[in-house]
């Protein structure tokens, strides 16, 4: 039985596939995955599974959109217009937090 394996080399990795082993059951298939696959060069974990388990999706079917349908611009900042006032008023509040604070702490002497 052929299993394939995908490896991840550190925390927060994508896992990448890096082959395949062949052998009888998965107890063994995970062995000779670490043995071919983390040995040499640690990894952080690997996937190891059935050949005949791994399904694909094609964009090219007919019926498959890959990527979504809807339009999501409101997702950028890039879409909304902003003028020059926006960061004048942050600044602004800025500086008034800033009296603030330095007000709190006169009255806390």
């Known amino acids: 039985m052929i299993w394939e394996v995908f490896r991840q080399e550190k925390a927060k990795e ?4 890096v082959g395949n082993v062949h052998a009888p059951n998965a107890e063994l298939a995970k062995q000779y995955a670490q043995i071919m696959h983390a040995r040499r060069k640690p990894a952080k974990s ?7 388990e791994i399904r694909t999706v094609d964009a090219d ?3 498959i959109e890959m ?3 809807t339009q999501k ?3 950028w900042a890039t ?8 960061a004048e008023e942050i600044e602004a509040s800025q500086r ?4 603030a604070e330095r007000d709190l702490a006169e009255a806390d002497k």
Do not use: A, I, S
């Not at 690997?46 to 005949?52: G, I, M, Q, S």
């Not at 879409?79 to 926006?86: I, R, S, V």
């Not at 008034?96 to 009296?99: A, D, G, I, T």
């Open 73 to 75: 611009q409101y997702r």
């Open 79 to 86: 879409n909304y217009n902003t003028d020059e006032t926006f």
């Open 96 to 99: 008034e937090q800033e009296e």
């Open 67 to 69: 990527g979504g349908t």
């Open 46 to 52: 690997l996937w190891v599974v059935p050949k005949d």
């Open 61 to 63: 079917e007919p019926g």
């Open 14 to 17: 994508y896992h990448t596939h």
